[in-house]
Nanobody, 117 residues
Framework: QVQLVESGGGLVQPGGSLRLSCRAS????????MGWYRQAPGKEREMVAT???????VYADSVKLRFTISRDNVKNTVYLQMNSLKPEDTAVYYC???????????WGQGTQVTVSS
């Protein structure tokens, strides 16, 4: 089975930075579109950023120019660099992998990001 393990969440002050990591196993990482999604209390899960096997990226308008998604196909890891963090970024952040051939989708366990002074 596909396993996604996130790390890097925590408590940070407004304006600060965090880097989330998600390591994948049990799948051919290089043929997966990878993504970061987040869910705040009482809200639906929303897409934050995605990156295809070819390196094409998509960002939510709310995080453009602040967040950067990247991938390392040697380490089987996707990253989310988050800069200029705002309290509204507070959420549980989930890693997602979608196999571009089979369309199978898998989720990580989530990591908490809290932005507060």
């Amino acid at each position: 089975q596909v396993q996604l393990v996130e790390s890097g969440g925590g408590l940070v002050q407004p304006g600060g930075s965090l880097r989330l990591s998600c390591r994948a196993s049990g799948t051919i990482f290089s043929i997966n579109t990878m993504g970061w999604y987040r869910q705040a209390p009482g809200k639906e899960r929303e897409m934050v950023a995605t990156i295809t096997s070819g390196g094409s990226t998509v960002y939510a308008d709310s995080v453009k120019l602040r967040f950067t998604i990247s991938r390392d196909n040697v380490k089987n890891t996707v990253y989310l660099q988050m800069n200029s963090l705002k309290p509204e970024d507070t959420a549980v952040y989930y890693c997602n992998a979608r196999n571009e051939i089979s369309s199978r989708s898998s989720w990580g366990q989530g990591t908490q990001v809290t932005v507060s002074s």
